[in-house]
C-alpha cells in the first residue's frame, strides 16, 4: 500500500514489501460562540461520534437569539465553529385617546428594552366637561415591551337641560341649560303657574333613559338631581290644555321579572308619549305602541295595559308598556402587552357570551354571561407565568356585536437575570481644571457578564495641547459585571514662552568691538554664491548697513515680548547667509536705525 505517511518507498519493487502502519484516533473540537464571544467550554468528540447540540442560551432582556448556524448530529473529520447571535427586540408604544378623548392616536416604534419611554407630545385634550385623569396602566419609565396607554377621563362637571314642551304644536315653549359641579346636587321644577300659558297645565314629564338613576320626580314633577352617573340630563316637562283629556303611554324596561305583589321590577323608562283627546273620548294607543317597537329593535314587548279604552271625562289615563332589553354576543380576548401580540384562548376557555342591551358590564357580570363559578378567575385565565395581573377594559353592551369586545391586557417587568446581562466599557477624555469633555469617549462593544475587558490602549492617549495628568473611575482591565466607567484626566498646556527661552537655534557668537559688535568676514575665503550688491561708503570699509525691519531674523521676539513660534527655515538661512558673508571678507553691522526712504 502506497501511503505519505509510511516513510517506506514502493516504487520499484523487486520483491513483495510488508508496511505496518500505526494510526491514533484524532479529537476535534465543537467550539460554540453568541456574539463571537465562546461561549462555554470547548466539547471533543471522535470522528463519527454522535453530537448532541448545546442548548441555545436564554436571551437577555429585550432580546432573541438567532438559533445556532449549523446543527451536528456526527462529528466530522474537522474542528467546528457554531455561531449563534442575539438581536433587539423591537417594541412599540401607543398613546389612545380613550372614550372621552379628542386628541390623535400617537405611537412611537422601533423602541427596545431599557429605552426611556417617549413621552405623549401635545395637549391630552378631550370632550367639554371630560377632564384627563392619567394614563391607564401608568406609564412606565422605560420600556419592558409593547404597551398601549389609554386617557383616563374624570367628569369635571355635569349639564342639566330642561325644556318645557307644548303637547298641542311639539314647539318649546322655554329651555334651559345648566352646569354643575360633577360632587354637586341640583334640581329641576315645572313652569311656575304665571308662566304656564292661559288654559294649559302640566300634563307630564320626562327624563332621558340613561339619566333615570339619577333623577327623582315627586308627585307635582319637581326633580331632585344626582350626577353621579351620567354627563348630560334632559328633563322635559310637556303642557296641554286644561279642557283636553290625556292619555300617557310610559315605555319601561323591566328584568322580566315580577315582585311580590305582581308588580314588574322596572330597571329603567325608556320614554314617554302623551296623547292628547277629547273629554269622554274613546283612545286607541295600539298604533303608537307598535311604531316605539319598529323604533326599537333592541328590546322586546313583553307585556302592557291596555291600549284601547274609554276616557272618563278628562282624567288622565296611564298606560304603561313592559319590555326587556335583547341580548347580544360579547367576547373576551386576551393580550400581551410586552409582546404586543393577541393571546389565543386556551382550549375549552369560555370567551364568548351574551348579555342583555345597554348592560354596563362589570367583572361580576361577565363572570354570570359567561357562566363561571364563584371562585373562577376568568380575567387571568390567560396570564403568563410572571405577569402582572390582567387590566380589563370594560364595554356597555351595544347592538353592534363586533363592537362588543372585553380587553384584558397583561404586562411584566423582564426580572434581573445575572447570567445573560450584557455589559460595555466607556472611557473619557476630561480636562481637569472643570471636568469637561476634551476628545470622543471610546465605549467598547458590548459582552456578556463575567467576560474579561482591557481598555489599557485607550488610557492616557495623546491629545494635542494638553498633558495626560491621572486615570480615575473603573479599572483599566478586570471583568464585566456591570458597565463601567473609566475617566482619564488631563491639563492644558501652557501657551506663554518666556524670552530667553525662545528656541532661536545657535546664534554665532558677536565679539565686542569699539564699533558695537561688528565682525569682519575677509572676502574671498567662502563660496557664497550671488551676494547683494555692497554700496561703498566714505569710510571705505565695504560694510553694509541691515536695518533692523528687513534683517530675515525669523519670527524673533522683541525684548521682552513673547515669542511666536520659530521658522526653522528662517533661522537656518540667516546662519548660512552670515557664515558665507564672514567667508566673503564682509562685515555685517546690525543697527536699530530705520532705512531711510529713497
Known amino acids: 500500500m502506497d501511503h505519505a505517511l509510511s516513510q517506506v518507498d514502493l516504487t520499484n519493487l523487486s520483491a513483495d514489501a510488508t508496511v505496518s502502519l500505526t ?21 471533543n468528540y471522535y470522528y463519527g461520534d454522535a453530537v448532541t447540540m448545546r442548548p441555545a442560551p436564554s436571551a437577555p432582556s429585550g432580546m432573541t437569539f438567532s438559533g445556532w448556524d449549523k446543527t451536528l448530529t456526527t462529528m466530522p473529520a474537522e474542528n467546528v465553529d457554531i455561531h449563534g447571535t442575539f438581536s433587539y427586540i423591537d417594541y412599540t408604544v401607543v398613546y389612545k385617546p380613550g372614550d372621552h378623548g379628542t386628541f390623535d392616536e400617537q405611537s412611537y416604534s422601533d423602541l427596545h428594552y431599557g429605552d426611556d419611554t417617549p413621552a405623549f407630545r401635545g395637549e391630552t385634550t378631550g370632550e367639554d366637561t371630560w377632564e384627563f385623569a392619567g394614563w391607564q396602566p401608568e406609564v412606565a419609565e422605560t420600556v419592558t415591551g409593547g404597551a398601549t396607554y389609554t386617557a383616563q377621563w374624570e367628569r369635571s362637571d355635569y349639564t342639566v337641560v330642561v325644556n318645557h314642551v307644548s303637547q298641542a304644536t311639539g314647539e318649546t315653549m322655554e329651555t334651559s341649560t345648566n352646569q354643575y359641579d360633577v360632587d354637586a346636587e341640583s334640581a329641576a321644577a315645572p313652569l311656575s303657574a304665571d308662566k304656564i300659558p292661559q288654559d294649559f297645565k302640566l300634563v307630564g314629564w320626562t327624563v332621558n333613559t340613561e339619566a333615570a338613576d339619577s333623577v327623582t320626580f315627586d308627585q307635582a314633577g319637581n326633580a331632585a338631581i344626582n350626577s353621579d352617573r351620567v354627563q348630560t340630563i334632559t328633563i322635559t316637562y310637556t303642557y296641554g290644555p286644561k279642557a283636553a283629556a290625556y292619555v300617557n303611554i310610559n315605555y319601561l324596561l323591566t328584568d322580566g321579572t315580577k315582585d311580590e305583589s305582581g308588580a314588574y321590577n322596572v330597571i329603567a323608562p325608556l320614554d314617554m308619549e302623551i296623547k292628547a283627546y277629547k273629554e269622554n273620548d274613546a283612545y286607541d294607543v295600539t298604533a303608537d305602541v307598535a311604531a316605539f317597537d319598529d323604533a326599537h329593535q333592541m328590546y322586546t314587548r313583553i307585556d302592557a295595559d291596555s291600549l284601547t279604552g274609554t276616557i ?104 434581573y437575570n445575572p447570567g445573560y446581562m450584557y455589559y460595555h466599557v466607556t472611557v473619557n477624555y476630561l480636562d ?65 514662552i518666556p524670552d530667553d527661552d525662545t528656541p532661536t537655534g545657535d546664534l554665532p557668537d558677536v565679539p565686542g568691538g569699539d564699533d558695537g559688535g561688528q565682525t569682519d568676514i575677509p572676502d574671498d575665503d567662502t563660496p557664497t554664491g550671488d551676494l547683494p550688491d555692497v554700496p561703498g561708503g566714505d569710510d571705505g570699509s565695504g560694510e553694509t548697513n541691515i536695518p533692523d525691519g528687513e534683517t530675515p531674523t525669523g519670527n524673533l521676539p522683541q525684548t521682552g515680548s ?30 536699530r536705525k530705520k532705512e531711510e526712504e529713497k
Do not use: C
Open 23 to 43: 494510526t491514533k484516533k484524532v479529537l476535534y473540537n465543537v467550539t460554540y460562540y453568541v456574539d463571537g464571544t465562546q461561549y462555554g467550554e470547548v466539547e
Open 312 to 415: 272618563s271625562g278628562t282624567q288622565t289615563v296611564i298606560i304603561n308598556v313592559y319590555y326587556t332589553a335583547d341580548e347580544y354576543e360579547f367576547t373576551v380576548k386576551y393580550f400581551n402587552d410586552y409582546t404586543n401580540q393577541e393571546i389565543e384562548p386556551a382550549e375549552g376557555l369560555t370567551v364568548t357570551g351574551k348579555a342583555p342591551y345597554g348592560t354596563t358590564l362589570t367583572q361580576e357580570l361577565v363572570s354570570q354571561y359567561l357562566g363561571y363559578t364563584e371562585g373562577e378567575d376568568w380575567v387571568n385565565a390567560m396570564r403568563p407565568a410572571d405577569y402582572e395581573d390582567g387590566v380589563v377594559t370594560y364595554i356597555t353592551i351595544s347592538d353592534d356585536t363586533a363592537k362588543n369586545v372585553v380587553e384584558v391586557h397583561y404586562d411584566y417587568e423582564v426580572p
Open 432 to 496: 481637569r481644571a472643570d471636568g469637561s469633555k476634551i476628545a470622543q469617549s471610546y465605549t467598547s462593544p458590548s459582552h456578556i457578564e463575567g467576560s474579561a475587558y482591557d481598555v489599557s490602549e485607550q488610557n492616557a492617549i495623546a491629545i494635542d495641547g494638553y498633558t495626560y495628568d491621572g486615570t480615575e473611575g473603573d479599572s483599566l482591565t478586570g471583568v464585566l459585571n456591570s458597565n463601567k466607567t473609566v475617566n482619564v484626566y488631563y491639563v492644558a498646556d501652557s501657551t506663554d
Open 562 to 591: 513673547v515669542a511666536g513660534q520659530v521658522e526653522n527655515r528662517w533661522t537656518l538661512g540667516v546662519l548660512a547667509l552670515m557664515a558665507s558673508m564672514a567667508a566673503a571678507g564682509l562685515s555685517i553691522a546690525i543697527s
